[in-house]
């Protein structure tokens, strides 16, 4: 045996990233993808307890005892009976419980109670959001202002919706959504859906429809994918007395035109315009699909518009009524009682709406002009401002907005406010519903303001009942409102955008909101991050509740609660109560978690043994193939953008990564989804996948063997062998190397290395080991 010191030039040091994936996956088959709590536990390890064994010659861990009390019962020292009768009992055992425990990535939303899991809720948005917020700027409580209309259909889903705007003459003799000569029709849509079988008819869907002016739709085009389905569209333009005829049953003519074929792709953004004017080309128009003319049409008139009859009156031909999202069939004249029937919920005139779109879009603009190749970029990549163009005649951007029309508001699923006491809400969310009984419900009405003349659209079959059948058991709240699908295709209308391809002009907001109380501070109360700071591109979902309305002292989650809290509750203001809590209604989960911050959020929870040291930035994957309440037919996938902010990325062109849905805290394995518009995301299914980083540190230990040393042994077997039976070996006495042990300064020691076969050493030769160590 041999030592050799080594010094700092036989270590080398460095440190490897590993990044392993993990993948899990929770539905109603199971779950797959958990992580065993013990890396290596055994099936035949069992949970031992000596209590259960009876025989006292085998019930003492000291060996000697059990000898002694085997002779004295057996008279006899043999303790093999006594060792049978133990591994016997042992073996009956279940296997260990302990050793077999799973870790799952956990899913939860804050309680109607106060609980472990709302005090989570408390410590992740008070204490780790705060923390994590120098470098992580989405750790605020509050969502990216960016959304887009999701029109689908399915088994459980009416067809008949719609949304609709007067377009009732307010000053001339046209309204105001109707072009006089020159038009252009703008969006961004997104074909998402196909037809469900190659067998089934894939109907053409309208985007827009004005009755005896225009109708545009969106038709599938020639191509197919390998399964038979639908996976390339084109457009469909109906122009003046064209746009009465079913999209179904129009061919091409002198008002009927489609676009090129195959213009636009399945699950792809694309930007669209269709313009025309009289004055252009001869009445040359075109379709326009991401800057690229996609076809041509000629109409050899002066307007597309009615024949007005001068008097200051529309024409019977004329139309009072814009739809989007489906194609309306029925009479449509300005009769006194249409209008009325079309915007008041209440009433449901004669009519049919057979032709849904299935596609989500944003960014619905009307223009009163031709929009020239510039006009196009520059409205492709930013919408419109502060400053309302001249033209521009209806702009939809589906952004949020704190005021909305006066209306019936559900207070529980049992109950609505009722007209004329009808209530204005401000938030994007029924909070009086959220924090009364745990109901959801997205209040459309914030999110689809028409800028220009600031109207808001009638909400066609898309809207709830109260349930007035008798409950014969306890049912949740959102069990009892999914029951009905005009409710369930409300509160999946409004989804997060993933358009990528461009970004609001947020400026646009300062045109619409307004201040609903005198005394309030800021007309822009709701576009603040958590430190107050003025933000118009956020929601915010602090302060959803005035804290003065809580009752003092601690409620049981039993108790009833004292009618004074009602004259608190009706104090104060309608601003911060939703404007939707009637006389004596108690926000029974307010008061238990007296927590005014939003509870329509998700939380998924996952444990540092999927992912190590933390979850490696943009590799965080979280999917719902199915949203509730959507036949499978709505689809959410979510990734973060390293940044520790996530978004929605469903579509196959570039994604928002900049449009916050939630966060991701990397170091703590916690994701939070904050936007109301997906509350029910993975409630049925999900599957949540990541990379971790966990570093592996290495140390590199170079042992010199050199020539002349290590050439005698202290074993006393030694024997001076030739090291090989060659006649020419002259080498007498070589030794045997077995295994290195590293010491340290004391010569204790503090490593082994053990060789997979030994080495032969003469004193001539010469080795260098190189020993790896990692933790």
């Not at 204490?127 to 399915?154: D, E, G, V």
């Not at 006009?375 to 939809?396: E, K, Q």
């Not at 994007?428 to 914030?446: D, K, P, R």
């Not at 329509?600 to 490696?616: P, R």
């Amino acid at each position: 045996m041999s030592i050799i010191k080594l010094g700092p030039d036989n270590f080398e040091r460095f440190s490897v990233i590993a990044r392993p994936r993990r993948t899990f996956t929770s539905s109603s088959a199971g779950v797959t993808g958990s992580v065993p709590l013990f890396a290596r536990a055994s099936h035949i390890e069992k949970d031992v307890d000596k209590q259960v064994f009876t025989d006292a010659a085998f019930s003492s861990d000291d060996p000697e005892s059990i000898r002694l009390a085997t002779l004295a019962i057996t008279g006899t020292t043999n303790i093999l009976g006594s060792l049978e009768s133990y591994l016997s009992g042992v073996n009956s055992l279940s296997m260990s419980t302990s050793r077999d425990k799973k870790l799952e990535s956990l899913r939860f939303e804050p309680p109607f109670t106060l609980n472990s899991d709302a005090l989570r809720k408390s410590n992740i948005r008070q204490i780790l959001f705060p923390y994590y917020r120098h470098k992580n700027s989405f750790a605020h409580w509050a969502f990216t202002n960016y959304q887009c209309l999701n029109f689908f259909s399915a088994s459980n889903i009416p067809t008949g919706s719609a949304i609709i705007y007067d377009n009732g003459v307010v000053s001339g003799t046209r309204g105001p959504y109707t072009p006089d000569t020159a038009f252009s029709l703008e969006c961004y849509i997104n074909p998402k859906y196909q037809n469900l079988e190659d067998t089934q008819e894939y109907k053409p869907g309208t985007i827009y429809h004005l009755s005896s002016t225009f109708a545009l739709s969106l038709c599938s085009g020639s191509s197919r994918d390998a399964n038979g389905l639908v996976d390339k569209f084109k457009l469909l333009l109906q122009l003046s007395a064209s746009a009465e005829i079913n999209p179904s049953q129009a061919v091409t003519g002198s008002y009927t035109f489609f676009s090129d074929d195959n213009c636009l792709s399945l699950n792809n953004w694309h930007h669209v315009a269709v313009r025309w004017s009289p004055n252009y080309d001869n009445g040359t128009g075109s379709f326009v699909i991401d800057g690229v003319e996609q076809g041509f049409f000629q109409v050899s008139s002066s307007s597309i518009s009615p024949i007005f009859n001068g008097t200051g009156q529309n024409d019977p031909q004329d139309q009072d009524v814009l739809f989007l999202g489906n194609f309306f069939q029925g009479p449509n004249t300005p009769t006194s009682s249409f209008t009325a029937n079309f915007m008041n919920e209440s009433l449901t005139p004669s009519h049919s709406f057979n032709f849904p779109l299935k596609a989500e879009a944003h960014e619905f603009r009307i223009w009163d002009k031709y929009l020239n190749d510039d006009d196009i970029s520059l409205y492709m990549s930013s919408g419109v401002g502060s400053t309302t163009p001249a033209s521009l005649l209806f702009h939809l951007p589906v952004l949020f907005t704190k005021e909305s029309p006066v209306r019936e508001v559900f207070l529980t699923p049992f109950q609505k406010t009722e007209i004329p006491d009808g209530v204005s809400t401000v938030d994007a969310h029924n909070v009086s519903m959220s924090f009364g009984v745990g109901g959801h419900e997205v209040n459309v009405e914030n999110f689809t303001r028409e800028f220009v003349q600031g109207r808001y659209p009638r909400l066609f079959n898309l809207t709830g009942s109260e349930i007035t059948w008798t409950m014969t058991d306890f049912q949740e709240a959102n069990t009892l409102l999914y029951a009905t699908g005009s409710f369930v295709k409300r509160n999946l209308t409004v989804l997060p955008c993933d358009n990528g391809k461009t970004r609001p002009d947020y400026s646009v907001l300062t045109s619409g909101t307004f201040v609903y109380q005198p005394n309030e501070s800021s007309n822009y109360s709701k576009a603040v991050n958590d430190l107050g700071n003025f933000d118009l591109s956020l929601v915010s979902l602090l302060n959803l509740l005035p804290t003065s309305s809580l009752y003092p002292g601690l409620i049981s989650s039993d108790a009833g609660l004292p009618s004074s809290i009602s004259s608190q509750i009706e104090g104060a203001s309608p601003d911060n109560l939703n404007g939707s809590t009637p006389s004596g209604d108690v926000l029974t989960i307010f008061q238990r978690q007296r927590d005014n911050s939003s509870n329509s959020v998700v939380f998924f929870d996952t444990s540092n043994l999927f992912y190590g040291g933390k979850i490696h930035p943009t590799s965080l994957e979280i999917i719902d193939s199915a949203m509730t309440g959507s036949a499978g037919q709505v689809k959410i996938t979510l990734h973060d953008n390293g940044a520790g902010g996530i978004y929605r990325a469903d579509s196959l062109t570039p994604h928002a990564k900049w449009a916050g849905v939630g966060t991701v805290l990397y170091e703590e394995g916690l994701a939070v989804i904050k936007s109301p518009l997906i509350f029910l995301f993975g409630k049925d299914q999900f599957e949540i996948s990541m990379r971790g980083e966990r570093p592996v540190h290495v140390m590199e230990i170079s042992v010199p063997c050199p020539s002349g040393q290590i050439n005698s042994s202290s074993n006393p077997t030694f024997m001076a062998l030739t090291a090989s039976d060659d006649p020419n070996e002259r080498s007498i006495g070589p030794v045997i190397i077995t295994g290195i042990n590293l010491h340290d300064d004391n010569l204790n020691v503090v490593a082994r290395a053990t060789l997979a076969q030994p080495i032969i050493k003469r004193s001539e030769d010469r080795y260098l080991f190189r020993i790896k160590m990692d933790w």
